[in-house]
């Protein structure tokens, strides 16, 4: 969008606002809905081509794994175990999780 486009765009919002200030026999706290649905309309419209769908649902389970992760990681990084106990170690203890959440 150009600058030009941009400084109507504003000029035409600041219109709205002031002219449905000006034209408005009421009182402010009747004219603020309508400010504040016009403001919610362009903050939606400005913010529309900017979102993103929304990311899948974690599997139920999924923060026990990520504990047993964090912990089977330490006790590696400790020398504790190595790397290929730590990996079995994991897949066994996550398949026993995801196996009693599906249930």
Request: no cysteine; glycine share 2%.
């Given at each position: ?89 994991f897949r066994?203890?996550a398949s ?8």
């Open positions: 969008m150009s600058r030009v486009e941009k400084f109507k765009k504003k000029s035409l919002f600041k219109y709205i606002f002031k002219g449905a200030k000006e034209n408005n026999n009421e009182s402010k706290e009747e004219v603020l809905p309508s400010e504040k649905k016009l403001n919610y309309r362009y903050s939606i419209i400005k913010a529309a081509p900017l979102t993103t769908p929304l990311d899948a649902p974690e599997p139920s389970g999924h923060a026990e794994i990520v504990n047993v992760f964090t912990d089977i990681t330490k006790l590696v990084l400790y020398d504790r175990t190595t790397a290929e106990e730590a990996a079995a170690s066994t203890k026993e999780i995801l196996a009693r959440s599906s249930q």
